[in-house]
C-alpha cells in the first residue's frame, strides 16, 4: 500500500504520470452530472424506493468509470491497496465506503452510504481480486459513530478498512522476508486489529501470486543490499574507482526499486528496513 495523494491532484492537472488532463469545463461537466445523480437518489431516497436507488446506481456506474483512467494515474498504474501492476487481476473503481450497503463485522448488514456513491472523494482504485472479495464490508469499531444521510459524519466514523489516501493508515502497513503483509512493527493493539481485518477482507495475502511477487521483489533488493556491502567494504582501505562504480551503480538500482512508481516499491522499502542498514536507511526516511 502507497499513499496516494488525492487531495491535491484533481483530472484537470496535467502533471500526473500517465494522465491526458481533462479540460477544466469537462470536469465541471463531470461533477454537475454527479450532482444530478445525487439529486435523483434523494429523491428516490425520500419515497422510500431502496430498490429502485439501488438500481439507479448500477444503470449509471459508467459514470464512476470515466474516472479510472484518473485514478491509474495517480498511482502510476497500480492498484492502490496492493501496490502492483497486474498481480492482482484487473482494476475496479472501488467505492471506499460501500454504496447499497455495509456489511458490519459480525456479517449484519446496515444502509450503505449511497449518497457517496457518485462522490469522486469516495472512488479508489483497487485489483478485482481484492474488491470482489470485500463486496459491502464497511466494519466500524464499537461504540463508533455511524453516518447516515439524515446524520452523516463520515469523518467521525472509527473505521477498520485502511485507506490508502490516509498517511497515517499507509505507515501501518509492513512486510516480511515470507511475502506477507503484516502490521508496521509499534501498532496498537487496534491498528495491529484494522490491518489483520483489511488483509483478510481484501485477500492481500491469500491470493497466492501477490506473496510470491512480493519474495521476488524482496530477494532482489536483499541480493542488491549484499552487493553494495561487498562493494563499499572493497572500498573500506583505499580508493577502488571500480568498487566505487558498482557502489553507485547498486544505488541507483536500489533508487528505481524504491521509486513510488515502481512493481511494489513498498515491498523493496520494507527489505532495507528490516535489513536495518545505517547506511542505506537514508534512502527510505
Known sequence: MRWIDFENKKPTDNDIHGWTAWTLPRWQEWLTKSAEHIAELKRLHSAGQTAGRNKYIDDHSAHWGLLKPWLMALSSNKCWF???????????????????EAKNL????????????????????C?????????????????????????QCEESETRYFLDPTDPEDVELVAFDEEGNLIPAPGCNDWEVERVEESVTRLKLNEHEMLPEARREIWKKMSQKIDLYRAAKARCAKNRNPAA??????????????????????????????FRNDVQLLKLVT
Open 244 to 273: 566505487e562504480a558498482d557502489v553507485r551503480r547498486i544505488l541507483r538500482e536500489m533508487k528505481e526499486m524504491l521509486d513510488p512508481k515502481a512493481h511494489l516499491s513498498s515491498v523493496a522499502k520494507w527489505c532495507i528496513l
Open 82 to 100: 496492493s501496490d502492483t501492476k497486474d498481480t492482482y487481476s484487473h482494476y475496479d473503481v472501488e467505492h471506499f465506503r460501500p454504496k447499497k
Open 106 to 125: 459480525d456479517k449484519t448488514k446496515r444502509d450503505g452510504y449511497w449518497w457517496l456513491a457518485f462522490e469522486y472523494s469516495n472512488y479508489r482504485l
Open 127 to 151: 485489483g478485482n481480486v481484492g474488491n470482489s472479495k470485500k463486496g459491502g464490508w464497511f466494519p466500524l469499531r464499537t461504540g463508533s459513530l455511524c453516518s447516515t444521510f439524515g446524520s
